[in-house]
């Protein structure tokens, strides 16, 4: 391995340890606590190593974003394709999709609450953003009916998930009807099949 080849690999390494712990600490103690002076401490590197890598909290932000579409996808591909028939996948990619939210509500704000200064439904949207949402767009293919866009149905159907994240985290809906309002919305985008 050439000295330059072990550069490379000892900054990937920084990286990952700065996105990880920065991951961790807001899992734990949300964002506000998540500050260049505490991650330097944290990962034992300097303030200036941690700037050589990342220009500031925005951009770790959007590191970590990138990071929770690349495993949403992984994990909605994976609760999809077992599933037999358009209601299962549909329930399948629902459920993997809330899950994922409750699991992890600093990677889900990183990725759709907070200025991760990241482009959406853009040219320059980052491949792990346009493969989160492939991922939903190849699990509701046949769902959408005749004469329904497809990417404008799976739109919707995201909003509607993303609607029941963020109301049911902000305290806005009772929590102990969050299965029945899963299920309903289910049934009724699946029943749109012509």
Known sequence: MSVQERKQRERAERE????????ELAEQQGWDAVTTRLLAERIEYSQPVLYSHFRGKREIIGAVALQGAAELAAELRA?????DGPRARVAALARAYLDFAARNPAVYDAMF????????AEDDTPEPLKDAF???????EGVAGDGVHPGLFTEVFWAALHGLVTL???????????????????????SVRA
């Not at 990952?16 to 991951?23: E, G, H, K, M, Q």
């Not at 609760?79 to 599933?83: D, F, G, I, K, L």
């Not at 492939?134 to 509701?140: D, P, T």
């Open 79 to 83: 609760a999809t394709s077992a599933a």
């Open 134 to 140: 492939a991922a939903l767009l190849e699990s509701l």
């Open 16 to 23: 990952r340890l700065i996105v990880a712990t920065a991951r």
């Open 168 to 190: 049911t985290r902000a305290g806005r809906m009772p929590p102990e009807y969050a299965e029945q309002r899963m299920e309903l919305l289910v049934d009724r985008i699946a």
């Open 113 to 120: 609450q907070l200025d991760a200064g990241l482009p959406f």
